[in-house]
Nanobody
């Protein structure tokens, strides 16, 4: 599976962005998809994940209620809608895929190249 993330940019605090991650391959619908982020000087951290069917989602406490993950298996694409953005959301955001799922980024097999999100105060 090859992943291509896009949609990052510069936004003011309180604003919104929508990230997309397009996948190649016919087996996209069999993968758990996750979004992770890494701020400068910090460890990569889990943001959210979605089950292969889209029926189950899980969020880090720091983004719960503000971010929404979704997927369109017909389009081989997963989305991250980010609302009420805060300066602490500033990071490079990565989409990733694996079959077991989970929140540990080490367990994810396939990664997009990352898209940068900057939230100004």
């Amino acid at each position: 599976v090859q992943l291509q993330a896009c949609g990052g940019g510069l936004v003011q605090a309180g604003g919104s962005l929508r990230l997309s991650c397009a996948a190649s391959g016919r087996t996209f619908s069999s993968y758990v998809m996750g979004w992770f982020r890494q701020a400068p000087g910090k460890e990569r951290e889990f943001v959210t994940r979605i089950s292969w069917s889209g029926g189950n989602t899980y969020y880090a406490d720091s983004v719960k209620g503000r971010f929404t993950i979704s997927r369109d298996n017909a389009k081989n694409t997963v989305y991250l809608q980010m609302n009420s953005l805060k300066p602490e959301d500033t990071a490079v955001y990565y989409c990733a895929a694996n079959r077991p799922g989970g929140s540990d980024w080490h367990r994810y097999d396939y990664w997009g190249q990352g898209t940068e999100v900057t939230v100004s105060s």
